[in-house]
């Protein structure tokens, strides 16, 4: 596999399309510049839109053939969960769609 170019290869004689082996997640820049997109009346952050933003810029990043984000009850799980702390809502959401996303 080339270190930036997805491989195709065959299973079942099907195209098989194998992403990068190296996850590229955000940086602290990328996080805090998603955040401030994602405010309202004078800095309230949208957590909804801000888990979906970052979800597509980790996508957009990490291009796969397959891509498995969130479901709706998922964001809103973390959201609830981490409803204080931004942060870690971010580094818990990448790391689900790490997970999800590398084989």
């Known amino acids: 596999?080339?270190?930036?170019?997805?491989?195709?290869?065959?299973?079942?004689?099907?195209?098989?399309?194998?992403?990068?082996?190296?996850?590229?997640?955000?940086?602290e820049d990328e996080r805090m510049t998603t955040m401030e997109n994602c405010t309202y009346d004078g800095g309230k952050v949208s957590w909804n839109l801000f888990g979906l933003a970052i979800e597509s810029k980790l996508k957009e990043k990490n291009t796969c053939n397959a891509w498995h984000g969130f479901t709706d009850p998922e964001i809103r799980g973390?959201?609830?969960?981490?409803?204080?702390?931004?942060?870690?809502?971010?580094?818990e959401a990448a790391d689900m769609l790490m997970e999800r996303n590398i084989s």
Do not use: C, I
Request: aromatic share 12%; charged share 25%.
């Open 78 to 91: 973390l959201v609830h969960q981490y409803r204080d702390d931004p942060f870690t809502l971010v580094m």
């Open 1 to 27: 596999m080339d270190n930036d170019q997805a491989v195709k290869t065959y299973s079942g004689g099907k195209p098989n399309y194998t992403q990068p082996k190296e996850w590229e997640g955000l940086t």
